[in-house]
């Protein structure tokens, strides 16, 4: 059984910056395919970034430049630092491992 805890969310201002964490029980990250998406109120869910198994990062155009995703194979844990945040940012994050296993998600609010 995969495990998975989200936290880091907040509000912040536009601007800001915050750092995400989903921290994973059950399977190794080393391993994993790592997702976080979001969805925002009245949208779809949609994949912000993910970090592959070969630990290759791939991110919707929206956040490039923006946010990181990385991995600590130690702390099993997979990170995203999220900066210069825009008002578009506001969702609910939701960590995904191997496209099969979800977190509840943390809530981010960027507003002024």
């Known amino acids: 059984q995969v495990l998975i805890a989200e936290s880091g969310g907040g509000l912040v201002q536009p601007g800001g910056s915050l750092r995400l964490s989903c921290k994973v029980a059950g399977v190794r990250v080393t391993f994993a395919r790592v997702g976080w998406y979001r969805q925002a109120p009245g949208k779809q869910r949609e994949l912000a970034a993910e970090?592959?198994?070969?630990?290759?990062?791939n991110y919707a155009d929206s956040v490039k430049g923006r946010f990181t995703i990385s991995k600590d194979n130690d702390k099993n844990t997979v990170y995203l630092q999220m900066n210069s945040l825009k008002l578009e940012d506001t969702a609910v994050y939701y960590c995904?491992?191997?496209?099969?296993?979800w977190g509840q998600g943390t809530q981010v609010t960027v507003s002024s």
């Open positions: 970090i592959t198994a070969n630990d290759s990062p």
């Open positions: 995904n491992v191997n496209l099969a296993s």
